[in-house]
């Protein structure tokens, strides 16, 4: 391990920067081998008290360095630990620095980086010192020129922060492009790229009437593709005008797709740089959820130009000030242009399934946490989606007016700063004028709270009587914890599903819970009343109620929020099948999950997606959730049950929903939801009595489907069936799109949903696939992550699935770490099976924490999980 890997940065420590950047001149001569950065930095003490300037730097090899003209002589500078110190600088001076880099073998993705012929950068968080000497760190805020020299045949197009300003043509065959950004920002935010691209060009005028035009850069096969990502961007940009108040504020917003990257975006100003799956979309090639994906990506970092480029973090343990409140903004939008209810039943999943995971594991952490090894590994379920939560309980506080006052006053703060979540809380409150003092708690305070609740009608007097409690569990390094402030809507239904009005003639009403017991008495009602808890998940809880099993069954079927209809069947699925794993003598099909289902399919079909979300099993790792130890195989065993109970006992609905739901493809939410429903119903009978006969259905789907979704859904039930030869076929697939490497990152996951022993196999010769490469990181998580999904397989009980991913991550973490140590967290959640398989999991940890030229990024992981941060650092 490198030496800096035991240093821990605490969030205590913070100092503020003893130097100031006025400006930034850098220049870059692109060659895939050999690039040469220079860089003037324009500086300026702050802090009196400081003598020597400290820059960051790592793998540069440094070509020349002068301050104020001068060479600088070797004993006025010298290296420590990953900076440049060069002594006795005067008040204001410039620093001229040269270094040499080489972005081909940049296979961490992180810095100056060449792949696919094109040059790129990601420079969130720490990558601006993989390109240049500078003090990286996001509260230093400076204006950037930058200067892109390049062959013009090879890369035509170079494009950085900003306006470009000039550019030129050389003899010998390269040329120039000036750019300049007229915003201050942390160098987390400086992009830049060059090579050949089709541009796909489009404009959106803003509400104060200035045009900006659009322009996508994609390579020249995918130039068909581009309509999603160019039609959210402009709905993204009058959504923000239209909630926030916020224009765009540069002429030219840029885009540009790689297949290279390592995770979904970055939100560099003026030049935004994605992963093309999340860019590019057509029919034939992307499927609904894909369509989806683009716009919630494509909104999130448009959204970051206020919240995170225009206002900043002070500091890397503030990120969920960026990332939570740009999560929300974009969870919003995508409920605004879509339904409400799905959407929040989608983000809650995915909160359940990645955060309440985390808070379970070995890796728990608070929303803003109190050190990190490796910042990298920090970009958590926890730091965007609980603090996506936390911003929505303020919201559900606040209502949307005083929410709003509160970012009105937030942006007019600190337009330009680089601020604390202080700040953030502190504009909300003031802006609104509530108090907010206590959510800072859910920031500091890891684990997920439980929230029990009690409740009783008094028929004497006509009032209900609830009674709140929590308890938020310890999680490493933190014991005791405190009760954090709770908001809780609620509404109440008489026993023949009608609403229940309350006194004040509202049907629905938020309490906030703060202390650890608080009682609540509501009516007076003419007769009996059952309540609807939590309604749209208004906090990030488990919910115990003491009535669960009444309520859940009445509430799956009767409940007006869309959310909890939804969750109550949830709980009766998840019931049904815990009780079945305890027992496998008895019936999976419980008579109150029958009932439910029974009346989520013969309701009307006016949201075909809300259908398709209650007519869903839950899923194996939720149902994991609930269990101590989790069995891996009863769990997919008894799901597997329940699917072919349910596939049998309403197989006629099924068989109609299939036939009758075929359409022509459309692309509405309508048609979306229909076709969700459509494939959901194929799984079922894929499940049932009847799946020879639907085998033929999803084969004769696949050959003839007009889209992405149908072809894909009909190969997988097809080849996640435990008994079909998909060989064919998933041959076939592959000879159609292999010239399209997102389709492939799916043929290569579809080979690991077999819950089966040869799964592994699979996967080995996956690897050694021509078309696998351990340079691309969605072919990468498209083996390994597809691999891990796969319960029964990666926890195979003889340890092999876990020493077959471990090799792979081992190897991985030389050439990308960050990718290898978010691959590796899977291990955290280690202490939650069975002990042998907890001795397996370790066992593998440990060997990889001896591993030779251990990144900090996986050795941080490893640490964290096994509990050993302590002795290590
Ligand atoms: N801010 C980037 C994430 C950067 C991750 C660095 N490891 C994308 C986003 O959240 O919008
Ligand atoms: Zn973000």
Redesign the pocket.
């Known amino acids: 391990m490198s030496t800096d890997s035991t240093v821990l940065v605490q969030r205590q420590d913070y100092r503020s920067p003893d130097f100031a950047i006025d400006s930034v001149d850098l220049e870059l001569f692109l060659r895939p081998q050999d690039t040469e950065v220079r860089s003037r930095l324009a500086i300026r003490r702050r802090n009196s008290g400081a003598k020597d300037l400290l820059l960051d730097g790592e793998g540069l090899e440094l070509l020349s360095l002068s301050l104020d003209g001068e060479v600088l002589a070797s004993d006025r500078y010298s290296f420590e630990s990953g900076k440049l110190r060069i002594s006795d600088v005067p008040e204001h001076f410039i620093v001229d620095s040269r270094v040499r880099i080489q972005p081909e073998a940049n296979t961490a993705l992180?810095g100056l980086y060449y792949a696919d012929a094109v040059f790129l950068t990601?420079c969130?968080?720490e990558g601006f010192r993989r390109i240049t000497w500078y003090p990286d760190r996001p509260d230093v805020l400076a204006r950037f020129t930058v200067t892109l020299h390049a062959p013009k045949a090879t890369c035509p197009i170079l494009l950085s922060n900003g306006n470009c300003v000039a550019t030129s043509e050389a003899d010998n065959g390269w040329h120039w492009a000036r750019w300049e950004d007229p915003f201050p920002k942390p160098c987390y935010l400086f992009a830049a790229v060059g090579g050949a691209f089709h541009v796909a060009k489009d404009q959106y005028v803003t509400g104060s009437g200035k045009k900006i035009s659009l322009e996508l850069h994609v390579a020249e096969r995918d130039r068909d593709a581009c309509e999603q990502a160019l039609q959210s961007l402009k709905k993204a940009m009058a959504w923000d005008e239209e909630v926030y108040g916020r224009e765009y504020d540069l002429d030219r917003y840029l885009i540009v797709a790689t297949d290279s990257f390592?995770?979904?975006?970055?939100?560099n100003k003026g030049l935004n740089i994605f992963n093309s799956k999340y860019v590019l979309a057509s029919p034939e090639t992307a499927t609904d959820a894909d369509y989806q994906g683009i716009e919630s990506?494509i909104a999130?970092?448009y959204f970051?130009n206020w919240t995170?480029n225009r206002v900043t973090l002070r500091d890397w343990f503030q990120l969920s000030l960026?990332?939570g409140l740009?999560v929300f903004r974009d969870q919003e939008f995508s409920a605004d242009m879509n339904s409400r209810g799905v959407q929040r039943i989608a983000d809650v999943r995915r909160l359940r399934a990645a955060q309440f995971a985390e808070d379970a594991s070995a890796l728990a952490h608070p929303v803003r946490p109190e050190s990190y090894k490796e910042?990298?590994n920090f970009?958590t379920a926890t730091v965007?989606e609980k603090g996506a939560e936390v911003i929505r309980m303020m919201h559900t506080l606040l209502g949307v007016e005083g929410f709003r006052a509160g970012t009105d006053l937030y942006f007019q703060r600190h337009d330009g700063q680089a601020v604390r979540i202080e700040e953030l809380l502190d504009a909300l409150a003031t802006g609104s004028g509530r108090d907010l003092s206590g959510f800072l708690r859910w920031y500091s305070q890891a684990g997920t709270p439980r929230l029990k609740a009690e409740g009783h009608f008094d028929a004497e007097n006509g009032r209900y009587h609830l009674r709140l409690q929590q308890h938020t569990p310890a999680t490493p390094g933190q014991e005791q914890k405190l009760p954090v402030p709770i908001p809780v809507r609620l509404a109440f239904f008489y026993e023949d599903g009608r609403a229940a009005r309350l006194p004040s003639g509202d049907e629905e009403l938020v309490i906030l819970l703060q202390d650890a017991t608080q009682d609540w008495d509501f009516g007076p009602f003419p007769r009996a009343v059952i309540p609807s808890l939590l309604r749209g998940f208004s906090a990030p809880v488990l919910l115990e109620r003491a009535d669960a099993e009444a309520a859940d069954a009445f509430l799956a079927q009767h409940d007006s929020d869309p959310f909890n209809r939804w969750d109550s069947l949830q709980r009766l699925a998840q019931k049904a099948l815990l009780a079945s794993i305890a027992n496998p003598e008895r019936s999976v099909l419980s008579t109150e999950l029958q009932a439910a289902f029974a009346a989520a399919l013969s309701q009307p079909l006016d949201d075909p997606a809300f259908s398709a979300e209650l007519l869903s099993l839950p899923t194996e790792e939720s149902i994991g959730q609930l269990m101590d130890p989790i069995d891996v195989d009863g769990i997919h065993v008894q799901r597997e049950a329940l699917r072919h109970a349910l596939g049998d006992i309403f197989a006629e609905d099924w068989r109609h929903l299939y036939h009758d739901l075929a359409a022509p493809y459309r692309r509405d939410g309508r048609a979306m939801g229909t076709r969700r429903l459509r494939n959901l119903a194929l799984y079922y009978a894929m499940g049932s009595a009847q799946a020879e006969e639907a085998q033929s259905w999803a084969e004769r789907q696949y050959r003839s489907a007009d889209n992405m979704t149908d072809r894909l859904a009909a190969l997988q039930v097809l080849a996640f069936a435990p008994h079909y030869d998909a060989d064919p076929l998933l041959s076939d697939f592959y000879q159609r799109w292999q010239s399209h490497p997102l389709i492939i990152d799916r043929w290569f996951s579809l080979q690991l949903g077999r819950a089966a022993p040869e799964t592994l196999r699979r996967a080995q010769e996956l690897l050694q696939h021509p078309a696998f490469s351990w340079r691309v990181p969605n072919r990468v998580r498209a083996v390994l992550a597809a691999f891990a999904a796969n319960l029964p397989v990666f926890h195979a009980s003889d340890g092999s699935g876990y020493r077959f991913y471990a090799q792979q991550i081992r190897h991985l973490d030389d050439l990308n770490p960050?990718t290898a140590a978010r691959l590796a967290t899977v291990f955290s959640r280690w202490s939650r099976y069975d002990e042998e398989r907890q001795r397996q999991m370790r066992t593998v940890m440990e060997e990889l924490l001896g591993k030779d030229g251990l990144s900090r990024d996986l050795g941080e992981i490893l640490e964290r999980s096994l509990g050993v941060s302590e002795e290590r650092s």
């Open positions: 992180s990601q969130e968080a390592n995770m979904g975006a970055m939100e990506v999130h970092e970051h995170g960026k990332e740009t910042i990298n970009y965007y960050q």
